[in-house]
T-cell receptor, first 112, second 115 residues
Framework: DAKTTQPTSMDCAEGRAANLPCNHS???????VYWYRQIHSQGPQYIIH???NNETNEMASLIITEDRKSSTLILPHATLRDTAVYYC?????????????FGKGTKLSVKP | GAVVSQHPSRVICKSGTSVKIECRSL??????MFWYRQFPKKSLMLMAT?????????EQGVEKDKFLINHASLTLSTLTVTSAHPEDSSFYIC???????????FGEGSRLTVL
């Protein structure tokens, strides 16, 4: 699976949009971009994933650049409960391996 | 989304004893489950891949005789930490892969403290 690069930490004001970047310049054509987050002392929580089109669900939006070498996770109205470590991962869905390789992620701190 | 449950969520044991952690997929069948370990302020590290009905595949550096994995059914995988030592104290997390879409869902984690 391709490696990803994320900023170590970010701050965001409560109620504002949180934009978390991720670089995945070596992504292969059949690899999806996945985002998970981990709140302290809990298991990772799935947020969203996409291949090349932008995606939106009830939690977040995912913007993938046209060349697919980077993406941005957007939390439109961050709350204090969104404070967590956010992981950007690329993997082949349904592949024979299928495991997720976690990097260090971005520690997002939402402040009142 | 699909639900994966781990038990126990917290366990404290004495050095030298064995501890079993269960991972269950509650509303789907998982032919493949993964076990991760996470030390404080570190990222998740994959320990092993557990396939139903066959032997687990361990990552480099993970002792298979110390971390016994059993995946006897499509909804249950267990991790047994044998002869636990204080350095085995960690947060152990499992994930299960759906057979259809291949999506991965995680358990809540189990915090092991070895005294």
């Amino acid at each position: 699976d391709a490696k990803t690069t994320q900023p170590t930490s970010m701050d965001c004001a409560e109620g504002r949009a949180a934009n978390l970047p991720c670089n995945h310049s070596t992504i292969s054509g059949n690899e999806y971009v996945y985002w998970y987050r981990q709140i302290h002392s809990q298991g990772p929580q799935y947020i969203i994933h996409g291949l090349k089109n932008n995606e939106t669900n009830e939690m977040a939006s995912l913007i993938i650049t046209e060349d697919r070498k980077s993406s941005t996770l957007i939390l439109p109205h961050a709350t204090l409960r969104d404070t967590a470590v956010y992981y950007c991962i690329v993997r082949v869905t349904g592949g024979s391996q299928g495991n997720l390789i976690f990097g260090k992620g971005t520690k997002l701190s939402v402040k009142p | 989304g699909a639900v994966v449950s781990q038990h126990p969520s917290r366990v404290i044991c004495k050095s030298g004893t064995s501890v079993k952690i269960e991972c269950r997929s509650l509303d789907f069948q998982a032919t493949t489950m993964f076990w991760y370990r996470q030390f404080p302020k570190k990222s998740l590290m994959l320990m092993a891949t557990s396939n139903e009905g066959s032997k687990a595949t361990y990552e480099q550096g993970v002792e298979k005789d110390k971390f016994l994995i059993n995946h006897a059914s499509l909804t249950l995988s267990t991790l047994t930490v044998t002869s636990a030592h204080p350095e085995d104290s960690s947060f152990y997390i499992c994930s299960a892969r759906t057979s259809g879409t291949g999506e991965l869902f995680f358990g809540e984690g189990s915090r092991l403290t070895v005294l």
